[in-house]
């Protein structure tokens, strides 16, 4: 009889859960899964995947100020696979960027993926190293809903004010344009300084220079002053009064000498805004270029058999602070590299202790053994300009003072006194590494009091006091961080918008206000002055911090704003006139129907237009304005034009009328002493303004 046999349990394999980490974007998800292993995946959300919709103001202003979010419009599918993949995974780590913004897009995230967020599920590190990975993963902790409540403040307070102004510059100025709390008082100071400059009066003055030997040993002297006394030059008459004292016959004698040890003190470790500020005059980077290559370094680079690693610490930071490692690493890698002297024993703090309540570090490289000569292999031409920045100012904090031996002389003859100054360096200390703080010495002969010099040379020169100098990007943004406006993360996106809006434009590298930028400005500053405040706006950003601290509810600092605000809103609706931006004869013929063409203001600057428009729609770009009227009609304003050659010259909009022109760019101002128009030179050493009719021309102003 045969035997039944059982048939065999299908065994079916267990296929274990993967952990899902969630960051905002792939190049930093590709670096950490490597550090994570395989037990875990990351994924991507690329950025916020939920916001206030575009369409409407998304605030409800009678129930708490309650933001009604939507899902960012093409973000459905990351959204559906971030889904797909928490639902399977065991445990789901939100791993967004270590400030406001990141705790913020964690907080959408825990709420789109039914997480709760209480749960210990958020993953925070300051570098993408596999030690700190690694260590961020053994401590997860809750969202923190104080950082949320400020970012969460922060963007309903913009978007009140935005959606609030913007509809009001549409009906009485024009279309698309906008206003925001930080970008309208960066327009506003563009403006001020605009105005101080075409207010300016130039006043004369007078130095003389010269030049003395002792021996065979040639040194500079200034003139300083008159029986002991400091004078002033202020005219011709002055000086030849000065030099009229001066026997040529006599020698002058050494009066005083003053030798001094002179500290030169290191450099504190970048924030985001003195990189920014650095960059910007070291390595001629645009604000947001420097941000989005520091984006690049900090999230991971390939190294070759070392996998991708991320070279810096996170890059949006007000913070000086250093940690207890890195500054061991340093130290160790100083005293190996250079020597002890070089090591400071107590590096520079700044304003805030190593127990401050900062969330971050400033921004260092991620290990000091990665210099940029290890590095530059790996990493592109801009990558390294900016790698090495970080990395000699990290670095360099961390080292001694360099020591200068400096020198001032007094010599004088007849009551006359003239002074030299001298420096040598004693000791490079941080300038060893820090390339960008080198200065030349300056020396001066072996001299003692008593001995006699021989006047050699005397060179009177005239000069004309400047206006101040307009705006950079570095120079805006530190003006706008003294005064407390804005934070990290605001600055470059402020500058861009301020441009994207034609609201300001750059010209050789410093900001100049448009037309539609001082009529936007004008209507603000009289409908809406607290926004323009810089008191009021710097106390709102202090009050954003204590909402991060959670010493503040953020609904009532909402409240306390708006209220006052929304009058001044209605107000501006009601009493506001309408401004009609007239427009400009072109001096040309449209080509398709013959009409005059016109020049109209777009929302991205002035173009040409059919004076016939609707029945004639030809339209066409203009040549670049400067902003400056026509020296010689003084109707006109000067254009920008190219030559067949592709030279650029310059000439007046009335043209063929008045037939003005010039290859050098004519800056608005007359010559103090012929009165004929000053003009702009490009020279090795910077640009320099000269008189392009006299000899008169101004002191270089450094790139």
């Known amino acids: 009889m045969p035997t039944t046999q059982k048939p065999k349990k299908k065994t079916t394999k267990r296929t274990r859960k993967k952990n899902l980490v969630i960051v905002e974007s792939p190049s930093k998800a590709k670096t950490i899964e490597k550090y994570l292993g395989s037990n875990y995946k990351v994924m991507a959300s690329l950025g916020h995947i939920r916001d206030l919709p575009k369409s409407k103001m998304g605030i409800d202003v009678e129930n708490g100020y309650e933001p009604h979010y939507i899902s960012i419009r093409g973000k459905g599918d990351v959204i559906k696979e971030l889904r797909k993949e928490a639902k399977k995974a065991s445990h789901v780590y939100l791993a967004a960027d270590p400030d406001r913004e990141g705790e913020a897009i964690a907080w959408h995230l825990s709420y789109l993926l039914g997480l709760n967020p209480e749960d210990k599920n958020r993953v925070v590190f300051n570098e993408i190293t596999k030690d700190a990975v690694k260590n961020a993963f053994k401590s997860p902790r809750s969202i923190d809903m104080n950082l949320v409540d400020a970012q969460q403040a922060r963007r309903v307070l913009d978007r009140l004010v935005g959606y609030s102004i913007s509809p009001l510059l549409w009906s009485k100025i024009k279309k698309g344009l906008s206003a925001g709390r930080v970008q309208s008082i960066a327009l506003n100071l563009i403006i001020q300084r605009e105005k101080e400059i075409r207010d300016f009066k130039p006043e004369e003055y007078w130095t003389i220079d010269a030049k003395f030997k002792k021996g065979r040993t040639k040194f500079e002297a200034d003139f300083w002053g008159v029986d002991n006394k400091k004078k002033k030059l202020s005219n011709e008459k002055d000086v030849k009064e000065v030099i009229g004292k001066i026997d040529k016959d006599k020698p002058f004698n050494v009066i005083n000498i003053e030798q001094k040890e002179r500290k030169r003190m290191p450099p504190l470790p970048f924030t985001t805004s003195t990189m920014q500020q650095t960059a910007n005059n070291n390595l001629k980077f645009r604000t947001q270029k420097t941000m989005m290559v520091a984006q690049q370094l900090y999230e991971g680079i390939n190294i070759g058999r070392g996998g991708a690693v991320g070279l810096i610490t996170y890059m949006r930071t007000d913070s000086t602070r250093i940690s207890s490692v890195a500054k061991h690493e340093a130290a160790v890698f100083l005293h190996e590299n250079y020597g002890e002297e070089y090591a400071a024993s107590k590096p520079r703090q700044g304003k805030l202790s190593e127990n401050a309540q900062d969330a971050h570090e400033a921004i260092r490289p991620s290990s000091v053994e990665r210099t940029p000569e290890k590095m530059a292999k790996y990493l592109d031409k801009d990558q390294l300009k900016l790698y090495t ?225 609707p029945d004639c729609r030809n339209t066409k770009a203009i040549v670049k304005e400067i902003g400056v009227v026509c020296p010689k009609c003084h109707k006109g304003q000067i254009i920008e034009r190219k030559s067949k050659k592709n030279r650029v010259f310059y000439g007046c909009s009335l043209y063929p009328d008045c037939d003005f022109v010039s290859w050098d760019k004519p800056i608005g101002r007359d010559c103090p002493k012929c009165r004929h128009y000053l003009v702009e030179k490009k020279t090795k050493k910077g640009m320099q303004v000269k008189c392009s009719n006299c000899d008169y021309e101004e002191a270089i102003q450094n790139n």
């Open 389 to 613: 920045l970080i990395w000699s100012r990290f670095v360099a904090s961390q080292m001694t003072p360099a020591v200068f031996d400096t020198m001032r002389v007094d010599i004088e003859q007849n009551g006359v006194q003239y002074r030299a100054n001298g420096s040598k360096m004693k000791f490079p200390g941080f300038i060893k590494v820090y390339k960008a703080a080198t200065s030349k010495d300056n020396l001066l002969p072996e001299l003692k009091v008593g001995d006699e010099v021989d006047m050699v040379q005397n060179q009177p020169n005239q000069h004309f006091t400047l206006p101040p100098a307009r705006y950079s990007e570095a120079t805006l943004i530190r003006t706008l961080e003294e005064n407390g406006v804005g934070r990290p993360s605001t600055y470059a996106p402020t500058l861009s918008t301020i441009q994207k809006r034609y609201y300001v434009k750059l010209v050789s590298r410093k900001f100049e206000p448009t037309e539609l930028g001082e009529i936007v400005n004008s209507m603000i500053e009289e409908c809406f002055p607290d926004i323009l405040n810089v008191d009021f706006t710097a106390h709102l950003e202090d009050q954003l911090d204590d909402v991060e601290e959670g010493k503040e509810e953020w609904v009532r600092i909402i409240d306390e704003f708006y209220q006052p605000f929304s009058k001044e809103v209605d107000n501006a609706q009601v009493k506001m006139d309408k401004i009609k931006i007239k427009d400009e004869p072109a001096g040309i013929d449209c080509e398709i129907c013959g009409a005059p063409m016109v020049i109209k203001l777009g929302r991205y600057g002035k173009f040409y237009a059919c004076s016939r428009f």
